[in-house]
């Protein structure tokens, strides 16, 4: 376990305060380190301001609440000078599965012309391979008075670094201080000095390592449970074909001592997991071919999902000749892309249903506990008004309030194995 040592940094600006950057200003803040969170969104800046937080995450509001009273924590739109930048900005993939860089290259922008010489940027931001080269050519075109050192082992007057995040929404308070980070900087002191910040918090092992493989670690990690996701997904719907409970197959299998077969469920979401492997794929499209057919398998499930509420739609009209499609109410139970959170990025539950309501010709309903309200074209109702007035059942995301009740009576789309 590594000790948390006292920090040079007197001042850590965090660009981005979303579900990893706030959580990681508040952490820094908690310390009685001085930290500037920086963010585009206003809404986001002002609920900060009043020591309130603007997603869900626990224990997270007693950090920032803290944290803005004693002063340690500020939040604003424009950056400002400081000793440390974490950039911790979105990096989506546009529509042909090519990484966007923009936030990136315009967190970037922002930042260098306060910076000075000495000052520590990381990118935390989950990058595609080569990422963190590309930050320091856009800092050094900005500020061509600082040596920028922009390739491996050059020396200069900023020390830039990669270091990923790897935490779990829901426990990222706790694994922000006990995980191990991989720190890769542009060079030796790069990699020293990023150490030298983040033990101001950490607990685990500041393991050090070059740009591009720290890039890479956190893309191998996530590609990984993506092939291993993708073959529990494949085998749920080769079960369905042969008619087998999938979920008490995997648990037999799983009784072999060498063998840990993952749940499947109805796709992949997240800004993790459905994203990364496409940055090694895009690197590389023509050795990655055991990483895209997981991503394939992987975003092809919320199809055979929807495929299966429209035959239960079918089954209930056989049933119920009175009715019609429109008579029937399909009730989505989660949107979240895991269970018990409010995180709705990259979700196939929330796909799942909108799809529905644009393709079944059925009234949609939807349950999500962790939300107060969806701008969407479905009606979100409370847990006892969708059983009361749900004809199908479509179990999406196992959200611990799901699991003490089930219906007991009706036609049941359940792809995770709860109900």
């Not at 979105?90 to 000075?116: C, H, M, Q, R, W």
């Not at 529990?232 to 999938?246: P, Q």
């Not at 979401?269 to 394939?296: N, Y």
Request: hydrophobic fraction near 40%; glycine fraction near 6%.
């Amino acid at each position: 376990m590594t000790k948390m040592l006292p920090s040079s940094f007197q001042t850590v600006s965090v660009i981005g305060l979303g579900y990893i950057g706030l959580p990681t200003a508040a952490m820094f803040a908690s310390r009685k380190t001085h930290v500037i969170g920086v963010d585009v969104n206003q809404h986001a800046v002002d609920t900060i301001n009043e020591g309130k937080i603007h997603i869900v995450e626990p224990d997270l509001d007693m950090l920032v609440g803290a944290a803005v009273t004693a002063g340690y924590l500020k939040a604003t739109t424009t950056p400002e000078p400081a000793d440390a930048f974490l950039v911790a900005v979105p990096t989506p993939f546009k529509g042909n599965n090519e990484p966007d860089l923009s936030y990136i290259e315009a967190a970037t922008k922002a930042i260098a012309p306060v910076l000075k010489k000495g000052d520590l940027i990381v990118l935390e931001s989950t990058s595609p391979v080569g990422a963190t080269e590309q930050m320091s050519e856009w800092i050094a075109e900005a500020r061509p008075d600082l040596m920028v050192p922009v390739n491996e082992g050059q020396k200069g007057d900023l020390y830039i670094a990669h270091c990923p995040e790897r935490v779990l929404p829901g426990q990222v308070v706790r694994e922000l201080v006990d995980n191990d980070r991989v720190i890769g900087g542009i060079n030796r002191e790069s990699s020293e000095k990023a150490v030298e910040l983040y033990k101001t918090f950490v607990m685990g092992e500041c393991i050090i390592t070059n740009a591009r493989t720290a890039e890479m670690a956190k893309l191998t990690e996530n590609a990984s449970r993506d092939v291993s996701i993708a073959f529990a997904n494949e085998l749920s719907v080769i079960c369905d074909e042969l008619d087998i409970n999938v979920w008490e197959l995997i648990e037999l299998a799983n009784r072999h001592p060498r063998v840990n077969i993952l749940q499947p469920g109805p796709g992949v979401g997240g800004h993790c997991i459905a994203v990364d492997p496409w940055f090694i794929v895009s690197k590389t499209p023509e050795k990655a071919k055991l990483i895209r057919q997981a991503r394939e398998t992987n975003d092809s499930k919320p199809a055979w999902v929807i495929d299966k509420v429209n035959e239960k739609v079918e089954q209930f009209l056989a049933d119920n000749p009175n009715k019609k499609r429109e008579d029937v109410t399909v009730a989505c139970f989660g949107l979240s892309f895991k269970p018990d959170i409010d995180d709705l990025r990259e979700s196939p539950a929330l796909h799942i249903t909108r799809t529905l309501v644009n393709t079944l010709g059925c009234k949609i309903i939807a349950v999500e506990p962790n939300v107060e309200s969806v701008k969407e074209d479905f009606e979100l109702v409370n847990l006892d008004t969708a059983f009361s007035k749900a004809d199908v059942y479509v179990l999406l995301v196992d959200h611990y309030q799901f699991k003490r009740f089930k219906p007991s009576a009706g036609f049941v789309v359940g792809t995770k194995g709860i109900w």
